[in-house]
């Protein structure tokens, strides 16, 4: 997540400069899930990775991971799922399929077109979280971590935010 570049204050003529430790190696990668059922309040699922730039650490998610999400999300919502998502290439690997087609009595995928951020409530949510997180200068890759963790909790406890990312992607739920 490289937050986008943010404004600041300064006294005039003097240009604000925040002097940053560490190379900038390292990155935080988040997967998610915004979910909506008429008549109940929106929730957010996601899980985080950090990564180090060690040697055998993944980069990012795998498909299991996105598997390991999506069991998880139906365990926590408890019952079956429609799940609409981007064409990202990790979606559409033989495994994920393999999984869709084998739980299909509760699983049903729906993708978007290849691309279309702006019909993915997800995008939204991502863009309120790097919106409260540009102006922070990071001593390491966990204060960063930790920002997001923070930011995402504190999206889960408002629905009305969430609801609002679906809002803005103009779609609608209809049974």
């Not at 986008?4 to 190379?23: D, F, K, M, S």
């Not at 991502?126 to 540009?134: F, T």
């Amino acid at each position: 997540m490289t937050p986008p570049r943010a404004r600041t204050w300064g006294r005039i003529g003097q240009t604000p400069v925040v002097r940053v430790r560490g190379r900038g190696s390292g990155r935080v990668s988040i997967a998610g899930m915004a979910c909506y059922k008429p008549g109940q309040r929106s929730r957010l699922i996601y899980a985080i990775r950090e990564y180090r730039g060690r040697k055998d650490e993944p980069k990012g998610f795998g498909w299991r991971d996105f598997r390991d999400l999506i069991v998880r999300a139906r365990l926590q919502l408890g019952g079956p799922i429609v799940l609409v998502w981007d064409n990202v290439r990790l979606h559409l690997t033989v495994g994920m399929r393999e999984f869709i087609d084998a739980n299909a009595e509760w699983l049903t995928v729906f993708q978007l077109p290849t691309y279309a951020p702006d019909l993915n409530p997800t995008e939204g949510v991502w863009s309120l979280v790097k919106r409260d997180i540009g102006n922070l200068a990071a001593a390491d890759l966990g204060q960063i971590t930790r920002a997001v963790k923070r930011k995402l909790k504190m999206l889960q406890y408002r629905p009305e935010a969430i609801d609002g990312c679906l809002a803005g992607t103009d779609l609608a739920l209809d049974l």
